[in-house]
């Protein structure tokens, strides 16, 4: 069964780090661009970072660059998430997303796409939730 299963979440203080993981059974991601995406009570559910299939190479949004790192294991078929410097507005339910699609990928994180085309990504997590509160 092809599928994304996302890890790490919790409850975390102000200032406080998380390692979110997002590990693929059923297939390998060495050619899958992988997204981090979040949804907050009662907002859309919006990009964060993603990582490339073809060179690694990476993206954030605004709100998280330079306090969040995306890194992959093909190995061991993991994509992380390092979020550090966490905020009370990074509280989510956070999902990891694969496709094949580096430019799909990219779109629908940058948020050229909007979320009614998330569900054109290959494969999807079931979330984990982060809650950043004192």
């Known amino acids: 069964q092809v599928q994304l299963v996302e890890s790490g979440g919790g409850l975390v203080q102000p200032g406080g780090s998380l390692r979110l993981s997002c590990a693929a059974s059923?297939?390998?991601?060495?050619?899958?661009?992988i997204g981090w995406f979040r949804q907050a009570p009662v907002k859309e559910r919006e990009g964060v970072s993603c990582i490339s299939g073809l060179d690694d190479s990476t993206y954030y949004v605004d709100s998280v660059k330079g306090r969040f790192t995306i890194s992959r294991d093909n190995a061991k078929s993991t994509v992380y998430l390092q979020m550090n410097g966490l905020k009370p507005e990074d509280t989510a339910v956070y999902y990891c997303a694969a496709d094949r699609s580096t430019v799909a990928v990219g779109r629908l994180v940058a948020g050229t796409l909007g979320p009614s085309a998330h569900s054109t990504l290959e494969v999807w997590g079931q979330g984990t939730l982060v809650t950043v509160s004192s």
């Open positions: 059923g297939f390998t991601l060495d050619d899958y661009a």
